[in-house]
């Protein structure tokens, strides 16, 4: 199979109409001025073939998509006792919702929903980790030099009103052990990475290696870990998308406000689209029908 030609083949498709359909994300100025034409797709083979073509080498604001890898540094630093304090059902509420968080006593459903990765960021916390670690992880996976949009971080903590409610709820349940405050600032911190699609298409690699480290480094997580990380990105990864993501495509996916959907194929390849405009849920338009297509044209799927 020829993964350039269809990587390049899908970009011809579907770049013409990028920013035709969806919104740019314009909660923050920083991501309101992201232009809506843009169009990249990475992919990176299990066995380290890259192809990659659009706008794959431009940075973009990672957002929700770090919730990924901030869940994968929890699982390195204290395996399943991360599920003391978070489920892994879906949630079938908006991803920053306080309702649900309410009746079920500041346990958020998943690690996904931002409650649930601000409940991550406090078992890092704990841990003795920061945003800082998050970054060096993303950097060493990616075998790239990463780093925080700082501009985007001042935004997210002078916006995040929600968020803030959200760790403070939580902590009146007393499901927050650190100081919100500290707890925040990783959880924007890791919100305000910034990534291009060919190195987040590296960074995930272990999760179609059985959790081995995409560069050859030490064992990133265990098989296991994977498979479950897979598990959740495929309920949980796509806001409330991730019933048509499941019928549609059938990969494992996250995805973020950015407008970045990074996707696995199990033993084969992980992949990472990046178009900005967003449909209703929150996902990128673009980026979904890119994946539609890969789909379509590999016959790679879970199912
Ligand atoms: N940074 C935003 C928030 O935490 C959005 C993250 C996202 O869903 O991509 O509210």
Redesign the pocket.
Known sequence: MNLQAIVDEITATLRPQAGQQGQV?S?IPALARVRADRFGIALRTFDGLEAAAGDSDVPF???????LFSLTLGLQLIGESMWDRIGREPSGNP??SLVQLEREEGKPRNPFI?AG?IAVADRLISQGRTEIDLVAMLSDLAGAPIDIDEEVAAS?AAT?F??VALANFMKSFGQIDNEVAAVLRL??GQ??IRMNCRQLARAAGYLCRDGAHPGGGAAVVSERQARRVNALMLTCGT?DMAGEFAYLIGLPCK????GGIVAVVPDRLTLCVWSPALDVS?NSWLGMRALEMFVARTGLSVF
């Open positions: 994300a909660y604001s990672i957002q929700s998509v770090s919730k991803f920053n931002n990765s997210e995040g929600r968020n959880y924007f919100c305000s806001y995805s973020g406000v950015g929150g």
